[in-house]
């Protein structure tokens, strides 16, 4: 496990502070970005579990050999709000982590939202 600066966890916290303030019992769209990688889990805070998951490790997205790329958030944007519909989650709360809401972390937020997430 990498060594996080204080900033980071900081900002991190400052920002899920605010989307639990928000949420109305609404389940947590976490996004965590990698330099090779991207990963996005919708999280129940309530019951402290995790719904529904997506990465680009899997099979279905690696293959079209997108990865880490904005292709690649597209595709993991689009399957986490397929899985999410699975498990009766229409309406979610996006949480950006520490991380800037551009590039990947917004395609990925875009496609949910075009697959059917409300956010």
């Given at each position: 496990?990498?060594?996080?600066?204080?900033?980071?966890?900081?900002?991190?916290?400052?920002?899920?502070?605010?989307?639990?303030?928000?949420?109305?019992?609404?389940?947590?769209?976490?996004?965590?970005?990698?330099?090779?990688?991207?990963?996005?889990?919708?999280?129940?805070?309530?019951?402290?579990?995790?719904?529904?998951?997506?990465?680009?490790?899997?099979?279905?997205?690696?293959?079209?050999?997108?990865?880490?790329?904005?292709?690649?958030?597209?595709?993991?944007?689009?399957?986490?709000?397929?899985?999410?519909?699975?498990?009766?989650?229409s309406e979610v709360i996006f949480d950006r982590g520490a991380y800037?809401?551009?590039?990947?972390?917004?395609?990925?937020?875009?496609?949910?939202?075009?697959a059917g997430l409300q956010f």
């Amino acid at each position: 496990m990498p060594i996080s600066h204080k900033g980071t966890e900081r900002r991190k916290q400052r920002v899920r502070k605010a989307i639990k303030a928000r949420a109305y019992g609404r389940p947590r769209l976490s996004v965590h970005r990698s330099d090779k990688n991207i990963y996005a889990q919708i999280i129940d805070d309530v019951s402290g579990r995790t719904l529904a998951a997506a990465s680009s490790l899997e099979k279905d997205v690696k293959a079209q050999g997108q990865g880490g790329s904005t292709e690649g958030a597209v595709a993991v944007g689009k399957l986490i709000a397929e899985r999410g519909k699975a498990a009766n989650v229409s309406e979610v709360i996006f949480d950006r982590g520490a991380y800037l809401y551009h590039g990947r972390v917004k395609a990925l937020a875009d496609a949910a939202r075009e697959a059917g997430l409300q956010f």
